[in-house]
């Protein structure tokens, strides 16, 4: 009944966390990519820090950061990770208007930690939505997406 692709799935197609036991442990790294466009002003505010709420980027990094520990209570069948290294870079980029967020989850297990990464990416911005919004409400979230990814059984992934 169930796909064997869909591996959150058994075979009576029921929701089943996948079993990592028996994986070996490998070094496993993921990068995710957002973006949140935003009126020119708005991102002069942000750069210049002088938003109401106080430093829009630090806050948007840790909380990022904070959001990749807490990837696997907020989404169902994630397993709990040790993670080794989360990181958040925020850059603006004047094209857009707005800022692009790059996030970096590393861990040593047996499983990958791309829905670390993606949940980094989009909490921070989130983040700066909910510290500029004040200014600016009619901001855009998008681009939300994987760009790479390496170790485990599926190997290396560079989006094109």
Known sequence: MGDPSLTHLDARGQADMVD????PETERTAVAQAS???QPQ????ILAGD?????VLGAARIAGIL????TSDLIPLCHPLLLNKV???IEADEALPGLRVTALARVWGRTGVEMEALTAAAVACLTLYDMAKATDRGMVISDLRLVRKSGGRSGDFEAG
């Open 20 to 23: 990592v036991g028996g994986k």
């Open 36 to 38: 949140i466009l935003m």
């Open 67 to 70: 959001a990749a520990k807490k």
């Open 42 to 45: 708005t991102l002069r505010a």
């Open 51 to 55: 938003a109401k709420k106080g430093d």
């Open 87 to 89: 990181s958040v870079d």
